[in-house]
Each structure stands twice: as structure tokens, then as C-alpha cells.
């Protein structure tokens, strides 16, 4: 990067901490140079004051003083960095053919220059650099291949090289200006701040292109969730038309039933009535008869005779018994009404209550934590434990329902090492992976007072400590006695109290992971804009006796639906 003089070479301005040229150089006691801030900040993380280099150690921090020769050397050199950068831009910028640089001095007929001054601030033609040639005070003047902006180059208060660049406040400096007015100030060389500077531009660039790929995948979502909405749609609305029809159908059924049942009903009480009437009709016609006959046998005087003519039997008709006859189709209909009336009663109360939910839910304003319960648990499916993870102080039951803690340490004895068990976390994995799909399932924690319950992608860490934190590919919370927090986040609470059974929702295209309180239907907590690019298995972990007795088993439970 000299190549502009062969006595100065870069190996002697880098300072060795960090590796570039002396920005305001220091000598030590023992002789080695350092940059001001670099050795300062060395100091200053270290217990003991002594050099980088040869390890000589001082009773008491030296007093450092800038190395005025050191850096007046060093700004020579940086100079020649500059000098050869603007040589090689100049350069790059006639081989693209961006247009050529002109004379400033020519008149008419702008020739083109062939050297440009870095005192003059002036580009010169061939016949116009000619007094730089021959004159003893132009000849120190510093020429440089023609640049077009080469007052950008200058400090225009000290019409000295720009070489240095000042962090604090964000601008090119000369040696001048950072003796003067940034004598404090965090400066670097004008390299150094580029190679930073395009770093972090690099770094930003990478960080741009990848929220442009998450929204694109979350366009992509999108889109999916559009096409799989519209399908559910129409199935909906398909399957609500036939459930709905197959209602009102039941109704008609009912109606046509309960007329005909009416009907038949009251035509058997009219022939029931007509007989009734008819018998009493007959009856009375008899009575009658009777009551002429007693009528004229009440009349005769003779003893006799009256007694000859009374009948041995009674003189009474045969006739019915009206107690034993009721006549009570009036109750009937009124107890049918009563009971049609109750019926319509609740099946009205049952439709409006079905017609708010969905206006609710169609003009977004249901907050029926049980509806989205229900929604989530009908994507339920059935876990079992993969004993093949499982940390060698687990135990878990034969069905692959449950799993606990053992506090039997021998166990590790007679395990038989497997890599795709934990050996840190007191852990196991589901014994199935789910991707590009949404699932759920319930676990009973009862009175545990700890545990942790997630999911985990396919690659996670399974062989000593995992990093708490969001790139350890666990989405989980963690129960410790009164509260939850995240595994990626500790010591930060994002819920309080306790439950006795978790649900987990995943929706694993839609980048979103739920945990309800199954008893009250409350949201515990949601990982939300997750990217997914593996398959997720369940986690459980049921911890240690850390936070008192914690021996109760963690037990997947089949989802107890009430609706």
C-alpha cells in the first residue's frame, strides 16, 4: 500500500492491538507503541498494568503522552494511502469511462489534464503543469493523477490531506483538525473507518435481504392462509346449508308428525264423544219410559192391584256409571302446548345465541376465549414419548403417556449411552415430528412446581447445556412455583399464577405458537412471526426438586371436549 516511497513500510504504523495505523500514537516505558485508545481501553480491562507485547509489568499506569514524531510519520503514511487510493480511483474511473478530468486552466479549447494538485486544488493540461516542473517552490507540490473532485479531498480550513475520521461526530478530518478540536475524540484512520463502515454495511445488507426473504415467506403465508380460508370457506358455508336444511327438514318432519298425530287425536275424541252421546241419548229415552211407568203405577189406590203390578226386579233401566267416564282431551292439548311452547322457547334462545357468536366473530369482535380453545383443539393429535431422548434421569410410562423425574442418580450407570439423548436438559422429545401444519395437545401439570412445555426443532441441541436464548430452536415456557416465563428469556415473567392443564397450539405456516390454560380458556402466552425451517417435535421437561417436591409426572391427556 506504500508503494509511493520505498522507506516507509505499513508493518511500522500498525499498532499492534488493533492491527491498523497509529491513530494519536503512545510509547510505553518498555519502548512499544500503541494507539491512545487502544492501549487505554486495554488497560482498563485488564488487572494488571502492563504491555501487550514483552508482558513487562508497571507498579503504576504510565503517563501516556501522544509520540509527536510517531505521528506526524503515521500521517505521512496515511497520506500515501490517500494519495494512492485517489491514484487508483482516478485510475478505476478512466477504465469505466466516466468522462475525463480538464484543465482549469485553459481558456478556450479545454485541453485534458494530466495531473491534478493537491495544494493548487487545480487539474493541469500538459502545458499548464509545465511551471510545476521547473519552478523549485511548484516542484514540492504534491501531483496526483487528474481527479474530478478534488476539493473533496482537502480540509478546507487547513487546505491539508483529509486522512483521518472522527466517531463521534461523524466526519473526514486532517491532521490539524484532529490535533485541535478532536484531541478527545474517538479517531481512526479514513481505512479503517471504511473497512468498519463497509462492514457494517455488509452486516446491514444482510440484515435487509433477510426481512425482505421473511416477508416475502410471510407473503407466501399469506397467500396459503387466503387459499386454505377460501376452501374452509366454502366447506363452511356447505356444511352449515346441509345442517341447517337437515334442521328445518327435522322441523317439517316434527310439524307434518305432530298434525297428524293432532288430528287423528281429535278424531278419535269425536267418535269417542259422538258414542257417548249416543249411549246417553238411548239411556234417556229409557229413563224416561221408566219414570212414565213408575208414574202410573204411583197412581193406582187398589192395594191389590198395586201390589200385584210392582216389579220384582228393580224398577231402574240398566245404566252406565258417568264416575267411571272422563273426558280430558282439553289437558292433552294444553300439555302438548306447553310443551311445544317450551321447546320453540329454547330452540329460539339457541338460535340467537348461534347468531351472535357469529356476528361476533365476522365483525371481529369476539373475545370468547373459549371459541378459539375450541377452534384450536379440533387440530388435536396423539403424542406419545420418544424414550430414545430422554434424559437418563426420566421415566416414562409405558403407554408413552407420562414422564418424570427419578431422583435415583444411578440411573446414569446403567443407561447406555445414546446421541440423541439429553444428557443436560431433563428432557424428551415427542416420538413424532410435525411441519406445514397445525396441531395441538393437552398436558396435565397438576400441583408441580416447576416444569417446562414447548416444542423444539429436529436439530436442537441435546448434548449439554442449551443456550438460553431465541436461536436455541426451543419454543417453550417455563413454570417455576407462582409464575411462567419463556425458556429464551429468563428472569422476565409473562404470566402469574398457576394452572393444571396446558394446551399447546401450533400453527406452523403461520410462524405461531399458543399456550392455554385449558380451565379457564386463558391465553398464557404466544410466540408470534416465527420462521419455521424444520420439522417441530413436543418437548416436556418435568425438572428437578429445585423448588420443593416435583415428583408428579407430566401426563399428555386427551382433549375433554364439552360442546
Same mark, same amino acid.
Given at each position: 500500500?506504500?508503494?509511493?516511497?520505498?522507506?516507509?513500510?505499513?508493518?511500522?504504523?500498525?499498532?499492534?492491538?488493533?492491527?491498523?495505523?497509529?491513530?494519536?500514537?503512545?510509547?510505553?516505558?518498555?519502548?512499544?507503541?500503541?494507539?491512545?485508545?487502544?492501549?487505554?481501553?486495554?488497560?482498563?480491562?485488564?488487572?494488571?498494568?502492563?504491555?501487550?507485547?514483552?508482558?513487562?509489568?508497571?507498579?503504576?499506569?504510565?503517563?501516556?503522552?501522544?509520540?509527536?514524531?510517531?505521528?506526524?510519520?503515521a500521517l505521512q503514511f496515511m497520506s500515501l494511502q490517500v494519495k494512492d487510493d485517489d491514484m487508483g480511483s482516478s485510475d478505476q474511473q478512466q477504465?469505466?469511462?466516466?468522462?475525463?478530468?480538464?484543465?482549469?486552466?485553459?481558456?478556450?479549447?479545454?485541453?485534458?489534464?494530466?495531473?491534478?494538485?493537491?495544494?493548487?486544488?487545480?487539474?493541469?493540461?500538459?502545458?499548464?503543469?509545465?511551471?510545476?516542473?521547473?519552478?523549485?517552490?511548484?516542484?514540492?507540490?504534491?501531483?496526483?493523477?487528474?481527479?474530478?473532485?478534488?476539493?473533496?479531498?482537502?480540509?478546507?480550513?487547513?487546505?491539508?490531506?483529509?486522512?483521518?475520521?472522527?466517531?463521534?461526530?461523524?466526519?473526514?478530518?486532517?491532521?490539524?483538525?484532529?490535533?485541535?478540536?478532536?484531541?478527545?475524540?474517538?479517531?481512526?484512520?479514513?481505512?479503517?473507518?471504511?473497512?468498519?463502515?463497509?462492514?457494517?454495511?455488509?452486516?446491514?445488507?444482510?440484515?435487509?435481504?433477510?426481512?425482505?426473504?421473511?416477508?416475502?415467506?410471510?407473503?407466501?403465508?399469506?397467500?396459503?392462509?387466503?387459499?386454505?380460508?377460501?376452501? %374452509?370457506?366454502?366447506?363452511? @358455508?356447505?356444511?352449515?346449508? *346441509?345442517?341447517?336444511? !337437515? &334442521?328445518? =327438514?327435522?322441523?317439517? +318432519?316434527?310439524?307434518?308428525?305432530?298434525?297428524?298425530?293432532?288430528?287423528?287425536?281429535?278424531?278419535?275424541?269425536?267418535? %269417542?264423544?259422538?258414542?257417548? @252421546?249416543?249411549?246417553?241419548? *238411548?239411556?234417556?229415552? !229409557? &229413563?224416561? =219410559?221408566?219414570?212414565? +211407568?213408575?208414574?202410573?203405577?204411583?197412581?193406582?189406590?187398589?192395594?191389590?192391584?198395586?201390589?200385584?203390578?210392582?216389579?220384582?226386579?228393580?224398577?231402574?233401566?240398566?245404566?252406565?256409571?258417568?264416575?267411571?267416564?272422563?273426558?280430558?282431551?282439553?289437558?292433552?292439548?294444553?300439555?302438548?302446548?306447553?310443551?311445544?311452547?317450551?321447546?320453540?322457547?329454547?330452540?329460539?334462545?339457541?338460535?340467537?345465541?348461534?347468531?351472535?357468536?357469529?356476528?361476533?366473530?365476522?365483525?371481529?369482535?369476539?373475545?370468547?376465549?373459549?371459541?378459539?380453545?375450541?377452534?384450536?383443539?379440533?387440530?388435536?393429535?396423539?403424542?406419545?414419548?420418544?424414550?430414545?431422548?430422554?434424559?437418563?434421569?426420566?421415566?416414562?410410562?409405558?403407554?408413552?403417556?407420562?414422564?418424570?423425574?427419578?431422583?435415583?442418580?444411578?440411573?446414569?450407570?446403567?443407561?447406555?449411552?445414546?446421541?440423541?439423548?439429553?444428557?443436560?436438559?431433563?428432557a424428551v422429545l415427542g416420538q413424532r415430528g410435525f411441519s406445514s401444519c397445525k396441531f395441538y395437545f393437552e398436558v396435565f401439570v397438576g400441583e408441580?412446581?416447576?416444569?417446562?412445555?414447548?416444542?423444539?426443532?429436529?436439530?436442537?441441541?441435546?448434548?449439554?447445556?442449551?443456550?438460553?436464548?431465541?436461536?436455541?430452536?426451543?419454543?417453550?415456557?417455563?413454570?417455576?412455583?407462582?409464575?411462567?416465563?419463556?425458556?429464551?428469556?429468563?428472569?422476565?415473567?409473562?404470566?402469574?399464577?398457576?394452572?393444571?392443564?396446558?394446551?399447546?397450539?401450533?400453527?406452523?405456516?403461520?410462524?405461531?405458537?399458543?399456550?392455554?390454560?385449558?380451565?379457564?380458556?386463558?391465553?398464557?402466552?404466544?410466540?408470534?412471526?416465527?420462521?419455521?425451517?424444520?420439522?417441530?417435535?413436543?418437548?416436556?421437561?418435568?425438572?428437578?426438586?429445585?423448588?420443593?417436591?416435583?415428583?408428579?409426572?407430566?401426563?399428555?391427556?386427551?382433549?375433554?371436549?364439552?360442546?
Open positions: 500500500m506504500a508503494s509511493s516511497n520505498s522507506l516507509l513500510s505499513e508493518e511500522q504504523f500498525l499498532c499492534p492491538i488493533c492491527l491498523d495505523v497509529f491513530t494519536r500514537p503512545v510509547s510505553t516505558p518498555c519502548g512499544h507503541n500503541f494507539c491512545m485508545s487502544c492501549i487505554t481501553t486495554y488497560w482498563d480491562d485488564t488487572p494488571n498494568c502492563q504491555c501487550p507485547v514483552c508482558k513487562e509489568t508497571f507498579d503504576r499506569r504510565p503517563d501516556l503522552r501522544v509520540n509527536t514524531f510517531i505521528s506526524g510519520l477504465a469505466n469511462g466516466s468522462g475525463e478530468v480538464l484543465c482549469d486552466i485553459c481558456a478556450d479549447n479545454q485541453q485534458e489534464a494530466v495531473k491534478s494538485c493537491l495544494e493548487c486544488l487545480t487539474s493541469y493540461c500538459d502545458v499548464h503543469l509545465e511551471p510545476h516542473r521547473r519552478a523549485a517552490g511548484l516542484k514540492r507540490h504534491t501531483l496526483l493523477d487528474p481527479l474530478s473532485t478534488l476539493e473533496d479531498r482537502i480540509c478546507k480550513e487547513h487546505s491539508r490531506l483529509l486522512v483521518m475520521f472522527c466517531r463521534n461526530e461523524e466526519v473526514l478530518l486532517c491532521d490539524a483538525c484532529a490535533s485541535l478540536r478532536h484531541v478527545n475524540h474517538d479517531v481512526v484512520s479514513m481505512q479503517r473507518a471504511y473497512r468498519e463502515m463497509k462492514a457494517l454495511l455488509l452486516e446491514e445488507e444482510t440484515k435487509v435481504q433477510q426481512m425482505i426473504q421473511e416477508r416475502l415467506q410471510k407473503i407466501q403465508v399469506m397467500r396459503d392462509s387466503i387459499i386454505q380460508s377460501k376452501k %374452509e370457506t366454502k366447506d363452511v @358455508i356447505a356444511n352449515s346449508l *346441509q345442517d341447517l336444511m !337437515e &334442521l328445518t =327438514t327435522g322441523i317439517d +318432519k316434527i310439524h307434518s308428525g305432530l298434525v297428524k298425530m293432532m288430528e287423528d287425536k281429535q278424531k278419535a275424541a269425536e267418535e %269417542e264423544a259422538d258414542k257417548f @252421546i249416543s249411549s246417553m241419548k *238411548q239411556e234417556i229415552t !229409557e &229413563l224416561q =219410559t221408566t219414570a212414565k +211407568k213408575m208414574e202410573k203405577l204411583k197412581q193406582t189406590n187398589n192395594q191389590l192391584c198395586f201390589l200385584q203390578s210392582f216389579p220384582n226386579s228393580s224398577l231402574l233401566p240398566h245404566t252406565m256409571d258417568l264416575s267411571t267416564f272422563t273426558f280430558t282431551r282439553h289437558v292433552e292439548i294444553h300439555r302438548i302446548q306447553k310443551v311445544l311452547s317450551k321447546s320453540v322457547s329454547q330452540m329460539q334462545t339457541l338460535l340467537s345465541k348461534m347468531n351472535a357468536e357469529i356476528t361476533q366473530i365476522l365483525n371481529g369482535t369476539d373475545v370468547s376465549n373459549e371459541a378459539t380453545l375450541r377452534y384450536m383443539q379440533q387440530y388435536e393429535e396423539d403424542i406419545k414419548l420418544d424414550p430414545d431422548t430422554a434424559h437418563p434421569l426420566l421415566i416414562i410410562s409405558n403407554d408413552r403417556k407420562w414422564v418424570r423425574y427419578s431422583m435415583g442418580s444411578g440411573l446414569w450407570g446403567n443407561q447406555i449411552p445414546n446421541p440423541n439423548m439429553f444428557t443436560e436438559h431433563l408441580k412446581s416447576e416444569w417446562c412445555l414447548g416444542v423444539a426443532k429436529a436439530s436442537i441441541q441435546r448434548n449439554g447445556s442449551l443456550f438460553r436464548s431465541s436461536l436455541s430452536g426451543l419454543w417453550a415456557i417455563w413454570f417455576l412455583v407462582d409464575k411462567f416465563e419463556t425458556f429464551s428469556s429468563p428472569n422476565v415473567p409473562v404470566h402469574l399464577g398457576k394452572v393444571e392443564k396446558v394446551g399447546v397450539f401450533v400453527d406452523y405456516n403461520g410462524g405461531q405458537i399458543s399456550f392455554y390454560d385449558v380451565q379457564s380458556a386463558t391465553l398464557i402466552y404466544s410466540f408470534t412471526e416465527c420462521i419455521f425451517t424444520e420439522e417441530l417435535y413436543p418437548y416436556f421437561n418435568p425438572c428437578d426438586n429445585e423448588y420443593g417436591s416435583n415428583l408428579e409426572p407430566m401426563i399428555i391427556v386427551p382433549v375433554c371436549r364439552t360442546d
